[in-house]
């Protein structure tokens, strides 16, 4: 069995410090990282020196990383901003040693890190991507109670939708193929991964009636990947690509935007939705929400997603030994 996995702390003003407590029902071995202050009142905890160490049964292990300021739910404090981003740095860390096996990350405010850090990157996807060296990665969503399983990578991320026809380039899209066709082997445990890719235009051009990006750029593209012996097919009208018997033909799904894959998977597995960084040399995955400072402190939080997303780290874990 894979070593521990780290639960990096995230916005300490969000739901992060209730969902580590309640994350252990997932029955993964994991300890937490960051300031137990913040842990809920009751919370039973042990700190630990190494992520290796024991605990009573039913603690928390705690890898302690004190914050300057005690946080407050729902209102995010500057002053933690670099606590925060020297928690996930410290976590990577110690998984590229090899002292843990995975990373799970909750959520993190991207608008705290910039005003109080001058956090310079878009998350924490392109952050642990620099931390690694640099590498190209890539952003999958992948589903943990839908069957067939739907996992989808957009070739494009946060960028207006104006700017997707440009920036979908034969370069970035033979990338998130390419790297996802590789993690469905190493980290999913299938050795012959069937990739399925979206078209840009509605009904994926419909022959150059609807736009020609199908026609001139991704088909041709597919085609010398097939002839490397990658099993793609594509490209797909995405309207008609992502109910049951179509997800039964693939086993990722790459699209050509962000909300293009969001969209179905969020329908599909709203709670039960995994983030998973392609690509890069450690396990990472996160919960599928943001911080939710409009409930925090309140007792509302719903693990799902986290506890999705620790069995998933695990079972990635598991997929590399």
């Not at 594509?234 to 997800?247: E, I, K, Q, S």
């Amino acid at each position: 069995m894979p070593g521990r996995i780290i639960l990096t702390c995230g916005e300490p003003a969000g739901i992060g410090p209730e969902l580590a407590p309640l994350a252990l029902a997932s029955g993964v071995d994991f300890a937490w990282m960051g300031d137990p202050r913040h842990l809920p009142d009751g919370t039973a905890w042990t700190q630990i020196a190494a992520p290796s160490d024991t605990v009573p049964d039913g603690h928390l292990p705690v890898l302690r990383h004190d914050f300057p300021a005690l946080a407050r739910p729902g209102r995010p404090d500057p002053a933690n901003a670099a606590a925060v981003i020297a928690v996930i740095a410290q976590a990577v860390a110690l998984v590229m040693r090899g002292e843990a096996a995975g990373l799970t990350t909750l959520p993190i405010s991207k608008q705290a890190l910039r005003d109080g850090a001058g956090f310079a990157f878009p998350g924490h996807t392109e952050y642990l991507a620099d931390l690694a060296g640099g590498m190209p990665v890539a952003m999958m969503l992948a589903s943990t109670t839908v069957a067939p399983p739907c996992r989808v990578v957009p070739a494009t991320i946060h960028i207006p939708l104006e700017q997707v026809p440009e920036a979908l380039t034969d370069a970035a899209l033979e990338q998130a193929i390419r790297i996802t066709h590789a993690a469905m082997i190493r980290d999913f445990g299938i050795p012959a991964p069937r990739l399925a890719v979206a078209g840009l235009n509605p009904h994926a051009g419909e022959g150059g009636a609807m736009g020609r990006q199908e026609s001139q750029r991704i088909l041709p593209l597919l085609d010398r990947l097939r002839a490397e012996g990658l099993d793609l097919t594509g490209p797909l009208p995405a309207d008609t690509m992502f109910h049951a018997p179509a997800r039964a033909r693939w086993d990722a799904a790459i699209c050509a935007y962000h909300d293009q894959a969001l969209i179905p998977i969020k329908t599909l597995d709203f709670a039960g939705g995994v983030n998973v960084t392609l690509g890069l040399p450690f396990v990472r995955t996160s919960p599928d929400h943001g911080t939710a400072f409009d409930i925090a402190g309140t007792g509302r939080a719903d693990p799902a997603s986290t506890i999705a997303a620790l069995k998933m780290a695990r079972d990635m874990a598991a997929a590399r030994e």
